[in-house]
């Protein structure tokens, strides 16, 4: 029995000093309960909620450099209102229960009054910070209903809507000819989004989708779905995938002679396909992609980036949270000592707009820009943040139109066509 | 913190229900179940089509009260689990257990593909969650709390009520040796279809109160892992055929695996993009440690009521 109690007790012990870890790891940032995460010395805490484990994983620690090169940016321009900023990961596991745990713990024990994040499924993290008053900014979460969220209006985007890019995507192949198509999708919200986009996009224009599909990934073979697909002979595949599985896809209808003429989303923009599936299968086939306007705040983001980690960014939406993390800043100096007081989420969110769509002097990526950026909110002048992944201007349900790009595979490499803006 | 506090233990208290319906199933019947998950999804999105807001992208909307909608969950969780019961209980250990791992997995592309019903991986929003109205959303978390609570007190309690009772004896003997219980005279086809039925039934009352807390289910939620192997190792850590002791493991195992994420902030930001692994690895020390030091989890079974008068004569 005494064993039993003394097991028992250290076991208590152990839940307990689990759960008081958050404690002690936040202390110096969130004084007290007045629900600001302001330190005495001059620190505001944000919070990170990013996929850094399961499916996802690739995604969230290549978005984590984004983040981090934002905040020493802005901090070497000395940061908003002089004082330093700071930011708390949470990993989300690129699950939704984990998710919401993730919320949870930046809204109740980090406190922070702004999130960038979550990569997906905004509409679970969007209750939890809601309510609290905190705003969410998320790099990537592309589906179209993230726009009539029920959210108090404080979930922001720095990607454009799937409704987008699915526009530029029916339209692009329209005009490469293409008479009739079909769309093979990956079966996760992402993939059903932008088929249904292109879908509509390409008949508007006249064309005809003969035959939509979706697949899982990881799959061995994919022959099914290509055959259904392959009837009334469509002119072109339009495949909606990731690497690992697009590629199996492209090999398989190829060497069964069902396609030969294919299009790709951003998804698939990765030279990976190239190097695994052969440059002169795909010689001359067009895609999309999100952004990446040759404006001068993505060259400088994209020579920071490569000064601070030495290599390009590895995967997409790294610019996307670089921008995010800059607007929070941005809209903090701006909301000045309103960013402190009782609710500051309210204040970021209310200047968020202010510091990010016209009218205003344009102010690029980059820190001699910050510093002008904070020495302008300072002395009273609007500004108009120009992100490094498009304009960032945020409408009235807090989404931004950014660019969409077409893109080539010539000579066995990904080349930029050219910079589309399309009207939502 | 308080408000983190408290939406840990709505999680606890869910993957309780969930680790005390397996418990039922493994801990005193010997069913080797690992497509549990099957059961708590089905319960989910039974509730959310029952209680969910009319959509045009998914059957539904029927908008019941929200205790018509647990009821209905625990009845479609224990009307498929008896249907799953009529093949699957024909076989035993190993086979039984890759039969409804199958079975999840059959389960969870119906849900993943069959957008008419479920709106597919989109998922349903919207859900509406009892007494919302009441607070500040912002404190809302203590009164589901108190829900949470209360539905895990009911389910102890009737556990522990059918465990003690001759039913439960029989079941236990099923566990031990199912051809001496036979020879007893005791149909062990049925009670251990009784047994399969009555946990699936909690099973789907935990993905009940998992929706209305959320408020939205998506079949990512149902993965093998989350839903599944954590109840398992929940069970495991907790204490095979002890009811207080799969809550307890349930609470643990729940407080390690989000609380692991706490660590990030202590260790240097090299080792934190790992953080995931990290969380990995503890979970499987924990198990680890457990098998080997203590195979019958942290708390044992209790006693049988004869073996304890035996132990009383010998002392």
């Known amino acids: ?224 779905q290509l055959n259904e697909l392959a009837k009334g002979d469509p002119d072109v595949l339009i495949l909606i995938a990731y690497p690992e599985s697009g590629v199996v896809i492209i090999r398989e209808a190829l060497s069964a002679g069902l396609f030969d003429q294919f299009m790709f989303p951003d998804g698939m923009q990765s030279t990976q396909i190239i190097e695994d599936v052969g440059g002169d299968f795909l010689e001359g086939m067009y895609g999309t992609g999100p952004g990446a306007a040759e404006t001068p705040s993505y060259a400088t983001y994209l020579d920071d980036y490569q000064a601070e980690y030495g290599e390009k960014p590895a ?110 | 913190m308080v408000n983190y506090l408290s939406s840990y233990l709505v999680m606890a208290c869910i993957y309780a229900m969930l680790a005390l319906s397996l418990n039922m199933q493994w801990g005193y019947t010997g069913l080797m179940n690992f497509g549990i998950g099957a059961f708590y999804m089905v319960g989910a999105y039974t509730s959310a089509i029952l209680c969910g807001l009319p959509s045009p992208e998914h059957l539904g909307g029927f908008h019941l009260p929200i205790l018509m909608g647990m009821a209905g969950a625990a009845c479609m969780a224990g009307l498929i689990a008896y249907l799953v019961a009529i093949p699957a209980l024909k076989l035993r250990g190993g086979p039984f257990a890759i039969a409804l791992l199958a079975i999840q997995e059959t389960f969870f592309l119906i849900i993943k593909n069959e957008s008419w019903l479920t709106n597919g991986v989109w998922g349903i929003r919207d859900i509406p969650q009892p007494f919302f109205s009441l607070v500040n959303p912002r404190f809302y978390v203590f009164i589901y709390l108190i829900i949470a609570i209360v539905a895990l007190t009911l389910t102890y309690l009737s556990m522990e009520r059918a465990v003690n009772s001759p039913w439960g004896r029989v079941l236990r003997a099923i566990r031990e040796d199912e051809t001496l219980t036979d020879m007893s005279g005791k149909d062990c086809f049925n009670f251990r279809r009784q047994s399969f039925v009555f946990s699936s039934m909690v099973a789907g009352l935990a993905g009940a109160v998992y929706v209305h807390y959320t408020g939205f289910v998506s079949p990512q939620t149902f993965s093998p892992l989350m839903s599944t192997f954590l109840v398992w190792l929940m069970v495991m850590v907790g204490g095979t055929g002890n009811n207080r002791g799969v809550i307890l493991g349930a609470f643990l195992v729940w407080g390690v695996w989000v609380g692991s994420d706490f660590i990030t902030n202590l260790v240097p930001a090299s080792v934190a993009t790992q953080i995931g692994f990290i969380r990995m690895f503890l979970v499987g020390i924990i198990l680890t440690v457990t098998v080997l030091t203590r195979p019958q989890g942290l708390l044992t079974q209790k006693l049988s009521n004869i073996q304890l008068i035996e132990e009383e004569k010998h002392a």
């Open chain 1, 1 to 224: 029995m005494r064993k039993r109690v003394f097991v028992l007790s250290l076991l208590f012990m152990f839940i307990c000093g689990s759960l008081m870890l958050p404690g002690c790891g936040t202390e110096e940032s969130s004084s007290g309960d007045g629900g600001v995460a302001v330190e005495e010395g001059g620190e505001i805490t944000i919070g990170a909620l990013l996929p850094m484990s399961g499916d996802l994983a690739d995604y969230g620690q290549n978005v984590q450099k984004g983040v981090n090169l934002a905040v020493k940016q802005i901090n070497e321009a000395g940061g908003p209102l002089g004082k330093k900023l700071k930011v708390v990961f949470r990993d989300c596991q690129s699950e939704p229960t984990a998710l919401r745990d993730g919320a949870e713990k930046l809204v109740n024990v980090d406190k922070v009054p702004a999130i960038i994040g979550p990569m997906i499924r905004l509409d679970v993290a969007t209750p939890v910070a809601s309510a609290n008053h905190v705003v969410l900014i998320s790099p990537s979460n592309t589906p179209t209903w993230v726009t009539t969220l029920d959210d108090d209006d404080y979930t922001f985007r720095t990607t454009a809507s799937d409704a987008i890019q699915g526009q530029v995507l029916g339209q692009q192949a329209w005009d490469c000819g293409y008479k009739t198509a079909a769309i093979l999708y990956i079966n996760d919200p992402y993939g059903g989004g932008l088929a249904e986009s292109t879908t509509v996009s390409f008949e508007k224009l006249g064309g005809k989708v003969l035959g939509t599909a979706a697949y899982d990934p990881g799959e061995v073979a994919y022959r099914m």
């Open chain 1, 315 to 424: 995967t997409a939406y790294t610019e996307n949270a670089y921008d995010g993390v800059v607007a929070i800043a941005l809209a903090i100096a701006a909301a000045g000592e309103e960013a402190f007081e009782a609710d500051p989420g309210m204040a970021i969110r209310d200047n968020l707009r202010v510091v990010c769509n016209p009218p205003g002097e344009e102010i690029n990526a980059g820190v001699e820009e910050f510093k002008k950026a904070f020495q302008m909110i300072a002395d009273g002048t609007a500004i108009n943040y120009e992100g490094a992944a498009g304009s960032i201007d945020f409408d009235e349900y807090g989404d931004t139109v950014t660019p969409i790009l077409i893109w080539k595979i010539e000579n066995g490499d990904i080349v930029p066509v050219k910079s589309v803006l399309a009207e939502q």
